[in-house]
């Protein structure tokens, strides 16, 4: 069996939805004939069992310079220094916009550069027990791929860079400013990568302009149908909507959602004490704001961040599952790791927010649910499944099965499994032409 060295700076038991993949690569890439070790970051908990796992020491490079002005490393610069945080979604302060530009000087190219050292020296102690025959990268964050760029002529072995979130071309991140920066130095790093892969075909031809002498994939995130097999959660009695995951300052936005429920309820299409919204997940200080601002309060259910298994728990029981698309328009190939949970839970998706694109394709795709882009649309999926709970006891879910199998784990590391077999031996296997 072959080798894969697989550099993950996310990775369980971390509970953030980065963690997801490279988890799903390394169960089931063995299956394909790819036996996966592990470098990553040490962190409490249990580890899965299904490869061997380096665990590294980790510097947080924001909390030494902290520490190095005489603050606590640990405590945000807002509660230190007594500075007012602003309650208006995707709006900052002058002194917040500030804080952030210092903070993305000092941590440039990322936060979690801290990493880099560390992982040089495991890798060290790894060439001397360990024949790797591949590299795969996955970011974010980026300094994965700063590693794999070293550690390739280490190992003298292909190196793919997975990029779960585009670099300097995210449209979702950063700015202009931004992007100018970090371009040279993604180029200078993922120059050397023997193939690139990323998570949805928009994002892939991204890079294809960008880098259009390497071999570029396109292989889609997924989920683990392990995690789904148990008899499926009682559902809610309420018509309950939930939402599980990050709002990213504002980047995902709830209120075409709390602006359609307060006008259903004001027309007596919906009755106040049957619907409930729950976010899970942590509380940005917009929110509870916002959620007062509707007068929703009673209805809307902050409930803070929870461990994966009761995340998953609470999907798998309600009515519907809220996704939220970014709210940049020009950002059409955002496949989030979460929609592909979502998918697992077979609950009806109701995504909100952005423009046409990858997520409103999956959605049609499968019949997991619907992408409404206005706000009649959105208002007429909720009167139609708000009237199917109340005449059925529950929102019918029409995902089709069949279509689902092409989005696991076990798909996914497949694919992976192509590209690896592919760059070892030096050309596109026919398998992996289909998804150049």
Same mark, same amino acid.
């Given at each position: 069996m072959k080798r894969v060295l697989l550099i993950a700076y996310a990775y369980p038991p971390c509970t953030e939805i980065g963690a997801a993949r490279p988890a799903g690569l390394t169960k089931y890439l063995p299956r394909f004939g790819w036996e996966p070790t592990v470098?990553?970051?040490?962190?409490?908990?249990l580890r899965p069992t299904w490869a061997p796992v380096i665990e590294t020491g980790d510097e947080d490079v924001l909390q030494t310079w902290k520490m190095r002005f005489g603050l606590e490393g640990r405590r945000s610069l807002?509660?230190?220094?007594?500075?007012?945080? +602003?309650?208006?979604?995707?709006?900052?302060?002058?002194?917040?916009?500030?804080?952030?530009?210092?903070?993305?000087?000092? +941590?440039?190219?990322?936060?979690?550069?801290g990493w880099i050292p560390f992982a040089m020296q495991a890798l060290e102690q790894i060439k001397k027990s360990t024949r790797v025959d591949a590299i795969v990268t996955t970011?974010?964050?980026?300094?994965?791929?700063?590693?794999?760029?070293?550690?390739?002529?280490?190992?003298?072995?292909?190196?793919?860079a997975d990029l779960r979130d585009l670099w300097?071309?995210?449209?979702?991140?950063?700015?202009?400013?931004?992007?100018?920066?970090?371009?040279?130095?993604?180029?200078?790093?993922?120059?050397?990568?023997?193939?690139?892969?990323?998570?949805?075909?928009?994002?892939?031809?991204?890079?294809?302009?960008?880098?259009?002498?390497?071999?570029?994939?396109?292989?889609?995130?997924?989920?683990?149908?392990?995690?789904?097999?148990?008899?499926?959660?009682?559902?809610?009695?309420?018509? +309950?909507?939930t939402y599980t995951g990050r709002l990213y300052e504002g980047k995902r936005d709830p209120t075409p959602?709390?602006?359609?429920?307060?006008?259903?309820?004001?027309?007596?299409?919906?009755?106040?004490?049957?619907?409930?919204?729950?976010?899970?997940?942590?509380i940005e200080p917009w929110l509870p704001?916002?959620?007062?601002?509707?007068?929703?309060?009673?209805?809307?259910?902050?409930?803070?961040t929870v461990s994966?298994?009761?995340?998953?728990r609470r999907q798998r029981e309600s009515q519907a599952l809220l996704m939220l698309c970014w709210s940049d328009l020009r950002e059409t190939g955002q496949h989030t790791g979460k929609v592909f949970e979502y998918l697992g839970a077979r609950r009806p998706i109701l995504?909100?927010?952005?423009?046409?694109?990858? #997520?409103?394709?999956?959605?049609?795709? +499968?019949?997991?649910? #619907?992408?409404?882009?206005?706000?009649?649309?959105?208002?007429?999926?909720?009167?139609?499944?708000?009237?199917?709970?109340?005449?059925?006891?529950?929102?019918?879910?029409?995902?089709?099965?069949?279509?689902?199998?092409?989005?696991?784990?076990?798909?996914?590391?497949?694919?992976f499994a192509d590209v690896l077999e592919s760059v070892s031996a030096g050309k596109i296997s026919q398998a992996c032409a289909a998804h150049v």
């Open positions: 470098l990553t970051v040490k962190l409490p908990g807002h509660e230190q220094l007594h500075l007012p945080v +602003t309650q208006k979604r995707d709006s900052q302060l002058m002194h917040t916009k500030v804080l952030f530009a210092m903070r993305y000087l000092l +941590t440039f190219p990322d936060a979690m550069k970011s974010p964050p980026v300094s994965a791929h700063l590693i794999g760029r070293k550690a390739k002529p280490m190992f003298g072995c292909p190196w793919i300097s071309q995210n449209l979702a991140q950063g700015n202009d400013l931004v992007r100018l920066l970090e371009r040279p130095v993604e180029r200078r790093t993922l120059r050397d990568a023997d193939a690139l892969v990323s998570v949805s075909d928009p994002w892939a031809d991204r890079l294809r302009g960008c880098y259009p002498d390497k071999r570029v994939f396109c292989i889609t995130n997924g989920f683990d149908a392990d995690d789904f097999r148990p008899k499926p959660e009682t559902l809610t009695p309420a018509f +309950t909507i959602l709390f602006e359609a429920i307060q006008e259903l309820i004001q027309e007596g299409a919906v009755k106040r004490e049957a619907i409930r919204v729950r976010f899970y997940g942590s704001v916002l959620v007062r601002s509707f007068g929703l309060e009673d209805l809307v259910e902050l409930a803070g994966r298994d009761e995340a998953l995504a909100i927010g952005g423009s046409r694109g990858v #997520v409103t394709d999956l959605l049609e795709r +499968t019949k997991t649910g #619907v992408h409404a882009r206005s706000k009649e649309e959105l208002k007429d999926t909720l009167r139609a499944w708000y009237a199917e709970h109340r005449q059925t006891g529950r929102v019918l879910y029409r995902g089709e099965e069949r279509k689902l199998d092409l989005y696991t784990h076990e798909q996914m590391a497949s694919q």
